[in-house]
């Protein structure tokens, strides 16, 4: 790496960490302000106060790290441009390309290092802090166990659920065996169904396709089959949603593995099928908004400096995260294809950007 690039990219990095410092201490501070009622009222252990916010810090690193991409690639250009810098370069006879590609290549090696972020890092703090904030704080009991692809939940009316696919979406469940107890904890009744599903009029589960196994305290079984039946439940589908990983809380092979369950079981993934290519897209969205950065910040360069730089960058990301999050909610309504939902705005973004660096003038 010649000595330009490296100051360049020192240049950059500097500008990242001065940023993404900024980022992190407005959004915890933003996070405090909006949890300290309930964690006083709940009267949290002042440790768990502190883990929660700590484990909270990658998923917010994740989520600001493109507009800190995009901003310390505006003002790295913009501060070289004010002091003649880039026109040195120019000078000396390095061309436009030469002189972003070193910002360019570290975005990508930003991107990268964001993906296995977000592969190993980010969901087992993310699940750290849910279980923070639900079990520690909020006192909520954990009174399910789940794998990726199962849930086993104990009812406080003494029914235990094994659940072998839940769609959150659609409250929704496959493959679902209840073993009910008596208050003794002796087994008096099994019931097997391969659809269950929450009726939101009558506020009950609906269970189809099941057989109800009856048994007796003299050790007899009676068996009965029935196509449709409801059963004395209070247990609603909020109860198991804090109980499955959410996407958030699994990394891209496990959501991989846990949608391949679900289209077998004859589930509807979209949902979590967009979810998954998001979690492709999202760590490149900072190569993206930095390669669209680059021509506007070296022409805000030369006329209004760093304010104009600015502005641009808020303008352009906001741009792109309404762009972004109104494909994926329409990849989530099934409006748009998945792939489409969540790299179109990338893809367009890359292109528009692609264009403007050839074109720029120093």
Known sequence: MSILSRYIMLQFFRMVGICQAGAITLFLMAEFIERIDDL??????????????????????????????????????????????????????ASIIRVVSPILIASFGIAILTFFANEYIVPYSNQRVNHIWEVRVKKISPRGYNRTNQIWYRSEDNTIWHISRFDPFKDRMKNVT???LDKNDRLIQRIDAQDVRWVPTVKRWLFREGLIHYFGPDGTIRQEPFDAAHFPLQDEPADFKRTGKKPEEMNWSELRDYIRIMQTSGVDSTQYTVDLWAKLSTPFIGFVLALVGVPFSLKSSRAGGVALGVAITISIGAAFLVLFYAGISLGHAGRLPPLLATWGPNLLFLAGGSYLLTHVRG
Do not use: H
Not at 64 to 90: D, F, H, Q
């Open 178 to 180: 209840l073993y009910r």
């Open 40 to 93: 006083v009222e709940k009267k949290a252990a002042f440790i768990d106060s502190v883990l929660y916010f700590l484990f909270k810090i990658p998923q917010l690193v994740i989520f600001s790290i493109p507009l800190t991409v995009l901003l310390a690639c505006v003002l790295s250009l913009v501060l070289l441009s004010r002091g003649n810098e880039v026109v040195a370069m120019r000078a000396c006879g």
